[in-house]
């Protein structure tokens, strides 16, 4: 049986275009985020996130927070964009 997830409750990854990475509102590295998802999965026993990228992130960066993220015990990772609307 599949259930509702709300959206609100996951946590948000997100990669800027300089490179910076953010869970939720804090700063971290690339060395770091294994670890804090790793603590995540253990506290909260969600396995969810979303990841989130702006339009001029590369495809690439994002896959590889994605690799980081399953190899730290995320199962799912649904991807996010920050939508711009064009006039």
């Known amino acids: 049986t599949s259930r509702s997830v709300d959206v609100k409750e996951l946590l ?10 953010f869970i939720g509102d804090k700063k971290t590295s690339k060395q770091t985020i294994k670890e804090n998802l ?8 969600k396995k969810r996130i979303i990841l989130r990228g702006d ?8 896959m590889e927070l ?6 730290s ?13 064009r006039k």
């Open 12 to 21: 948000v990854i997100t990669l800027k275009k300089n490179g910076d990475i």
């Open 38 to 45: 790793k603590k995540y999965v253990k506290e909260t026993g």
């Open 55 to 62: 339009e001029y992130v590369p495809y690439g960066k994002l």
């Open 66 to 71: 994605m690799d980081i993220a399953k190899l």
């Open 73 to 85: 015990g995320i199962e799912k990772v649904s991807l996010s964009t920050k939508y711009k609307e």
